[in-house]
């Protein structure tokens, strides 16, 4: 039985103090509720800290958006997973597909980085995802797949089973169009096929699969539903209360 785990990625989004409301106000709801999912926030880095402060003793853990892989160095405006540790953060996005599109994050780097995460005892969200003409071409799963040999080239099978792969179709992310529920499956069930293939069952059967792509409360349900999906990475929606306390509720109702 794997645990949901549904994390709210707040981008570039808001202060320390709209974080902070949104928190709170995240806090006030959830803490009247039997949670059976992991629920994460990755607000900026400069909210992190705070962040951090207003969860502890709560449900809430926190994450961060991107880090480097080096522990530290001559790499300006980059901040090491030292830096994520030293203020509490738990859980880091690695190669989301902006990282990936604006400011260069290849299979390589994604690598470099999940194993640095490990070193400093940070979970992994790894993502991983097609471009719509990849997925017209017919080619998603063939991508996904040679995303995720690079990506977790070298990895332990104990730190796969840990690590939480994302997927997220480009096509999907803030555009307002999600997957169907059967297209998130398939390709989640694939990613799951691919790593029983590479590290057996075991692995297989504890690795947790996301899906993001334009979550909502209202299609959460159903996304959430689907046997391979083991949470959601949400965007737009994690920085609306009603929004992402309503797919938590999904993820806490889902039998994965
Ligand atoms: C994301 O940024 O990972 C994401 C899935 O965004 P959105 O939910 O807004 O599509």
Redo the contacts with the bound molecule.
Sequence with gaps: MRKPIIAG?W?MNGTIASGSILIEAFNNVLEGMDLSCDVVVCPPFTALERAVTLTRNTAIEVGAQTMDYHDAGAFTGEISPLMLTEVGVSYV?IG???RREYYGETDETVNAKIKSAFRHNLIPIV?VGESLEQREAGHTLEWITSQLKGALQDIPKEQVSQLII?Y?PIW?????KTATAAQAETVCKSIRDYIRSVYGHDVSDRVRIQY?????SDNSKQILGQPNIDG???????LVVDDFVEIIKAANMADV
Excluded: D, P, Q, Y
Aim: aromatic share 0%; charged share 15%.
């Design positions: 990625n981008k996005i989301h597909s902006e993502c994302a997220e999907a992310i803030g555009t307002g993001g792509g334009s979550v909502k959601a990475l949400v965007g737009g929606a994690s």
